[in-house]
């Protein structure tokens, strides 16, 4: 049975992301960091989960359970923080409500982190002020930002200057994006349509544009299968899980009764994929197991199938809980 933690941090917590690990082969990651918005001093925060109780400098037993999160460093932050991505083992970037994004590294041998480089201003409405950056999506040294303003913006770790910006991405806010590969990335927007672009071809018309909704309901995430990237996952404004096959000249599609409020994260797991994670502002988070399923992997999710189970844990968005299991 899997076990699971919970703590109380007093701040509205926006993003949560495990720290990679350094070696695919060892143990698994005991750091995970998170970022706050809604404050009037937002701060990324990194935290560790303990393997047993430990004692106080007075020598007394803590009241700490066993793989409880133990806050280790605390940064202040401009604006909130809409968007955490690892772009490796050592750093993390970071989207910022004021529109720009910053990358921090891993202290070595110290468990803080420190700026490293920042692209301000990556996101502004047409007439004026910044608009806020909404999502970031990783590959390899590459990081590509999503705002408000309807652009995309690819960045290269080692260069100050954007390698590529997508002008003509959306008419509307860019809510979640994700690399297919390292040529291609899908978005997700306010008008409820998935469009996908060829960076080596003429950017400001998209490849593919998929409405999931003749209502246009708002997509508000999106993610890639890790081992078949023409399968995207997208969680919607009406509690709507689809799972999409791009292949498919007509968009081979499923659309499941997820959550009865808007889903916020949707997640394949990275190394078993027939396991799926989605969250919701309704309070609770979903575990989907399409295991014993079918093979067809747009259907293979279907709750009403095999082992296929909606939900095992509520969420609170007030605090930090945090799943302690094989899957992670």
């Given at each position: 049975?899997?076990e699971?933690s919970?703590?109380f ?10 720290r ?7 143990p698994q990651?005991?750091?995970?960091a998170t970022?706050?918005?809604d404050?009037?001093?937002n701060?990324i925060?990194l ?14 037993a803590?009241?700490l359970?066993v ?15 809409m968007?955490?991505?690892y772009v ?5 970037a ?5 529109g720009?994004v ?6 070595s041998?110290t468990e803080?982190?420190t700026?490293?480089?920042a ?25 590509a930002s999503g705002g ?7 960045l ?14 959306d008419?509307?806010a860019i ?10 990335i ?14 080596r071809?003429?950017?400001s018309?998209?490849s ?8 246009h309901t ?22 709507m ?11 081979h ?19 078993h994929p027939?396991?799926l994670?989605?969250?919701s ?5 979903w ?5 014993d ?10 709750p ?12 609170f ?8 299991s094989?899957?992670l």
């Amino acid at each position: 049975m899997d076990e699971y933690s919970v703590k109380f941090v007093a701040k509205k917590i926006s993003k949560i992301r495990w720290r990679p690990k350094l070696d695919p082969k060892g143990p698994q990651s005991r750091t995970f960091a998170t970022g706050s918005w809604d404050d009037q001093n937002n701060c990324i925060a990194l935290w560790q989960i303990l393997d047993r109780p430990i004692a106080s400098e007075n020598g007394d037993a803590e009241s700490l359970l066993v793989h409880e999160p133990q806050k280790v460093f605390e940064t202040s932050h401009v604006g909130d923080i809409m968007d955490l991505k690892y772009v490796n083992h050592d750093l993390m970037a970071v989207a910022s409500s004021t529109g720009s994004v910053s990358l921090l590294k891993h202290r070595s041998n110290t468990e803080a982190v420190t700026p490293v480089c920042a692209w301000d201003k990556l996101h502004q409405f047409q007439f004026g002020g910044s608009a806020p950056c909404t999502c970031l999506a990783t590959h390899n040294e590459w990081i590509a930002s999503g705002g408000e303003d309807g652009r995309a913006v690819l960045l290269a770790i080692d260069q100050q200057a954007p390698l590529q910006t997508l002008d003509k991405v959306d008419s509307c806010a860019i809510n979640d994006l994700s690399f297919l590969k390292q040529s291609e990335i899908i978005t997700v927007n306010s008008f409820g349509q998935l469009k996908t672009f060829d960076l080596r071809q003429d950017t400001s018309r998209e490849s593919q544009i998929l409405s999931v909704t003749e209502t246009h309901t708002p997509l508000l995430c999106v993610a890639r299968h890790p081992g078949q990237p023409h399968i995207v996952a997208t969680g919607g404004y009406d509690g709507m899980l689809t799972i999409c096959d791009l292949r498919q000249e007509r968009f081979h599609m499923t659309r499941m009764e997820a959550h009865t409020g808007p889903v916020w994260e949707v997640k394949f797991h990275p190394v078993h994929p027939n396991h799926l994670f989605t969250c919701s502002d309704d309070g609770s988070l979903w575990h989907w197991d399409s295991t014993d399923c079918a093979t067809d992997p747009v259907q293979s999710f279907m709750p009403s199938k095999g082992k296929c189970r909606p939900p095992m844990f509520p969420y609170f968005t007030v605090g930090i809980r945090v799943l302690i299991s094989s899957l992670l």
